[in-house]
């Protein structure tokens, strides 16, 4: 079966950067196409970033210029850099990908940002 673990997040203060990790399994599974979303506390789920299957990367007015996502499709990998970190951006941050007709998403990784 299809697994998406990240890792990467933590506590930071504001100004500072994390870089956010996904390592995905399975067999054929690739990062085709896919991006990362959050949901903090008291928040709706806010969609972060995506990226095509020709690396066309879109982001969301929040993080627009500040994050970057990124992939590495040899390892099965997508990471999410994110620079400036302001106390908003904190949330659990999940990243999905689809494949073979279904999505799949990890289990999350915690950021906060300290003031």
């Known amino acids: 079966q299809v697994q998406l673990v990240e890792s990467g997040g933590g506590l930071v203060q504001a100004g500072g950067s994390l870089r956010l990790s996904c390592v995905g399994s399975g067999r054929s599974f690739e990062f085709n196409t896919g991006g990362w979303y959050r949901q903090g506390p008291g928040k709706r789920r806010e969609l972060v970033a995506t990226?095509?299957?020709?690396?066309?990367?879109n982001y969301s007015d929040s993080v627009k210029d500040r994050f970057t996502l990124f992939r590495d499709k040899a390892k099965k990998t997508m990471h999410l850099q994110m620079n400036s970190l302001k106390p908003e951006d904190t949330a659990i941050y999940y990243c999905?990908?689809?494949?073979?007709?279904?999505?799949?998403w990890g289990q999350g990784t915690q950021v906060t940002v300290s003031p």
């Open positions: 990226i095509t299957p020709g690396d066309v990367t």
């Open positions: 999905y990908a689809p494949f073979v007709g279904l999505y799949y």
